[in-house]
């Protein structure tokens, strides 16, 4: 019997979230997974890690049964405690997710599902997030089976060092599905507004509120894909050096 | 008179961070200066912003007169919601620090600070990040007079669309410093161990320890920099596409 991929699956949304077991159910019988997820939700939490709290690593049952370990922390945490405490080898694949709501644009640099692919393709582990481009009534069937669909396909290709992918699968039916595209992050920028509230003893807070993509179009960019009801796929990585500008800011001679 | 340059300071080590003060007191004499910064520290927070919890912004005093205003997020949320509820207009500048630590190598992407500067350069305002090569004994004050030099020379030059700069500054004496490198970000995988411990309770908890760069020694990079006593500014974006594995991506032809 060929070896087992042994897969590490976590996400942001929390251990007990719905997208995670229906793509751990997915993954089973291709590979050996381990769970291990925020024992809370942990969205927009980014490219967070946990410094200033210890970290604790619980036993978590579903339905009696063990099912992963819950790390008090957000998901780059579980990823570099699983690789470096938990798990007694180096996993095969890191896979994120499935998350509920889209990653793409802007917000997949927030984006606790991605962070957590991120980490993995530090690592050198070949990883990918998936999330679902729905907050409401989400049906992860469809996004689970792709992800179980897309990890047997990574399992036999490589991926450049230091990249991993951000994929999104639209929420329609899998029959309106129009196929899959490989997309570059949309760099539109988001509207943003702030609701001012009176709380009840009179103090105000605010409400981060409106996201709203300015529309791209081109099918080549995630949020136009997704929003076509195409499969996204965007090749990322964590580089943030802006090379073609090193030499020019060179050249500002700054001085001491 | 000229107009003075409008600069939103803020950080991620909290409003009452001593790295913080000594730059807002060099900035002070040339723009009119607005302190925007987390209530408490937010050190390691990456790049995340807050949707589950309410935002308040709290005015702040030093010395018994108004400092600026504490807010109960990340530095990302300071820049949103300064420039969305609190500024009357859109700053020239957004300055974030000066971090208590370097931000280089791959923990650039962990760092709140920078995620100051990344926030500015998304709403299109020019930005950057300044960071003191030193966690023991910070002497801010030459960090803080070349934050200053750095507003002063970047109010005259233009940023491309989506690039920030995030700096590091040695932490040796004013005249030990070696000059001013431009750099690249260490992709270099960091050492990192899990010290395990147990609780008074007997229960199992793990503090993530050992970050050392495996060190590289090419000046062009901003960790060899920094070590070299050279101030290093490194030229960031948040586009995280990696474009050149696009066309292999798509060649991989993945079914649905």
């Known amino acids: 019997m060929p070896k087992k991929n042994k897969i590490l699956l976590t996400n942001d949304d929390g251990i007990d979230a719905p997208g995670l077991y229906a793509l751990y159910l997915a993954l089973k019988d291709f590979g050996e997974v381990t769970v291990v997820a925020p024992s809370t939700e942990q969205s927009a939490v980014g490219h967070a890690i946990t410094l200033s709290d ?35 080898s180096t996993p095969d694949m890191v896979i994120s997710g499935i998350n509920l709501g889209p990653n793409t644009g802007i917000n997949t640099i927030y984006s606790g599902t991605v962070s957590a692919a991120t980490e ?27 992800g179980k669909n897309l ?14 992918l951000n994929v999104n699968v639209p929420a329609c039916q899998e029959n309106e599905i129009q196929g899959i595209q490989i997309t570059r992050m949309s760099l539109a ?32 960019v995630d949020v ?11 090749p990322i990585h964590y580089d943030l050096t802006r090379y073609d500008f090193l030499k020019t800011l060179d050249q500002w001679h700054l001085k001491q």
Not at 57 to 85: E, R, W
Request: overall charge positive.
């Open 224 to 234: 136009a894909a997704l929003s076509a009801n195409r499969i996204s796929i965007t």
């Open 120 to 146: 993995g393709s530090i690592l050198g582990i070949p990883s990918f997030a998936i999330s679902l481009g729905t907050f409401q009534d989400p049906d992860f069937r469809y996004a689970a089976k792709f």
């Open 189 to 220: 920028l988001y509207e943003e507004n702030f609701d001012k509230r009176l709380d009840p003893r009179g103090r105000i807070y605010y409400w981060l509120t409106g996201q709203r993509n300015n529309f791209e179009t081109d099918l080549s």
């Open 151 to 164: 990890a047997v396909k990574m399992a036999g290709k490589t991926l450049p060092k230091g990249v991993s």
């Open 54 to 88: 210890p970290l604790r690593v619980d036993s978590h049952k579903k339905d009696g049964s063990f099912f992963g370990y819950a790390v008090n922390g957000t998901p780059a945490d579980c990823v570099k405690i699983a690789c470096g405490a938990i798990l007694p």
